[in-house]
């Protein structure tokens, strides 16, 4: 008989209990084993797809700010170039201003230079040609100077125009003050009395005469009354001599600045 | 000459015997189980894997996926019936390599138990999946005519069932033990490699057939 029936019975019962044990063995912690470790890497899956999300999202952020930094430092550059660019002008334009307060202060200076030198030499050339004609006259014709000048005034005096005369004789009569005689030497008595007498015989009138010296101011002699006023000077040829002069040092001058172009213009 | 292991008897009361095939189940029983136990005591979660625990992972994925192939739609339902199936022939078939071993699948016995196993099975999931009616419909189909083929055809194909890994397995031992005594020395190791990929080849047979026969008891008719 090939088919033992207990046999049987009994391998199928063995077979159910190898089923049971097998599911409770094998079967049951492998099934789980295998979900736990999807689950798992499904788990590290959401994790690692948040973190590239994340990771996109502050790589984004940063590109921003990057773009936004790169801006702001264009924009910082430009502001630094404009203000440089404004602070350039202005210390150029300080500069040119300064450089113009000293031409200026130069050029004034110069004229006061000249200015000074040509009073200087105004003087010097008076006292010169006071020291040349008193010397010339004392050797050819044995009269000083002062004595010659007073000549000359009284002579002018004796021979005005009746136009000057009208108009000066107004104002000697019309005038409360005494009449001034100024001169750049002091008068002897005698020519003090002979102006004195010209004065009357010319204007026919007897004031009263008041005599200064003045070396400053006058170079002969003068006679003033109420605003109008007679003289004799040499102020005219010093005035001509004073051009010339005056025209020599402006040609030097001018040429100075030529030449010292490259000293002078920054 | 011995045709099964049956005839090894051991111990005997009345009906009740302790023969070779038992023990010999008992003891693949005990290796499977124990096996089992070892390999899923300390079962790891992480994604570095143990070398028999890979194994057995692969051993279940494939059987799931086999089974899901046939077209059964929860292969883990199943997984417990037609695993175990599997395990226990291929088990049985493989030890065939040890010397003086007997497979109890070389026993019409043990076969007729496993075939009555899938018989039992097949209706019972059939009822678990569309119901009694349900299930008692489909040996109508496709008409009334077919009831008592069908009948047959179950029965016949669970006698097919043992009979047809019966008789592999215990003519490989039988060719095997007959080749030892005409060419003893290198012919038998060629025919027990043989005999080797016969017990796995059978093993799947056996189990895609109850796995088939299960899928078609538990498909809707619609």
């Not at chain 1, 790169?70 to 201003?97: G, N």
């Not at chain 1, 003045?214 to 605003?227: M, T, V």
């Not at chain 1, 040499?234 to 040609?251: K, V």
Request: aromatic share 8%.
């Amino acid at each position: 008989m090939l088919i033992d029936w207990f046999t049987v019975f009994a391998q199928l019962v063995n077979f159910l209990i190898l089923m049971a044990l097998l599911k409770r063995f094998l079967y049951k912690p492998i099934m789980q084993a295998l979900t736990d470790r999807e689950n798992k890497i499904a788990g590290q899956l959401e994790e690692a797809r948040k973190i590239k999300a994340s990771a996109e999202r502050e790589r984004i952020e940063y590109v921003d700010k990057i773009e936004r930094f790169e801006r702001q430092r264009e924009s910082l550059l430009k502001q630094v170039h404009d203000d440089a660019a404004h602070e350039r002008e202005k210390l150029i334009k300080a500069a040119r201003t300064e450089s113009d307060e000293l031409r200026s202060a130069w050029q004034q200076a110069l004229q006061n230079e000249q200015n000074r030198l040509n009073r200087e030499l105004m003087r010097n050339t008076r006292e010169e040609v006071f020291a040349i004609s008193r010397k010339t006259l004392a050797d050819l014709a044995s009269v000083s100077l002062e004595q010659r000048i007073c000549e000359v005034f009284l002579q002018r005096l004796h021979t005005l125009d009746d136009s000057d005369k009208n108009r000066l004789s107004d104002a000697i009569q019309s005038s409360s003050d005494t009449i001034r005689v100024r001169s750049v030497f002091a008068l002897m008595p005698e020519q003090k009395n002979a102006i004195k007498q010209v004065v009357s015989d010319v204007f026919k009138v007897n004031a009263t005469i008041e005599f200064d010296v003045d070396a400053d101011q006058i170079s002969g002699i003068e006679l003033s009354a109420n605003g109008r006023k007679l003289s004799w000077n040499i102020a005219e040829y010093l005035q001509d001599f004073e051009n010339s002069i005056g025209r020599a040092l402006t040609a030097k001058t001018v040429s100075q600045s030529h030449s010292g172009t490259d000293t002078h213009v920054v | 000459m011995r045709l099964s292991s049956d005839q090894i008897i051991f111990w005997q009361y009345g009906i009740i015997k302790l023969n070779g095939t038992i023990v010999t189940t008992w003891a693949i029983m005990l290796v499977l189980v124990v096996g089992a136990i070892l390999i899923t005591r300390n079962l790891t979660r992480s994604l570095e894997n143990k070398r028999w625990q890979s194994v057995l992972e692969v051993i279940v994925i494939t059987l799931n996926q086999q089974i899901e192939e046939v077209g059964l739609k929860r292969p883990e339902k199943y997984l417990g019936f037609l695993g175990t199936l599997f395990l226990f022939i291929v088990t049985a078939n493989l030890f065939a390599i040890l010397p003086g071993y007997e497979p109890p699948t070389g026993s019409l016995s043990t076969t007729a138990a496993l075939a009555i196993a899938v018989f039992i099975a097949v209706p019972f999931y059939g009822i678990a999946e569309q119901g009694f009616g349900g299930y008692l419909k489909s040996y109508l189909k496709p008409t009334l005519i077919m009831l008592p083929f069908n009948i047959i055809g179950e029965l016949s194909r669970t006698l097919a069932l043992a009979v047809r890994l019966f008789g592999n397995m215990m003519s490989g031992t039988m060719i095997v033990a007959i080749l030892l005594v005409v060419t003893p020395l290198f012919f038998p190791i060629i025919m027990n490699a043989l005999g080797l990929l016969t017990g796995i080849v059978q093993a799947y047979i056996f189990t895609i057939l109850a796995t088939v026969y299960i899928a078609a008891a538990t498909r809707r008719h619609d």
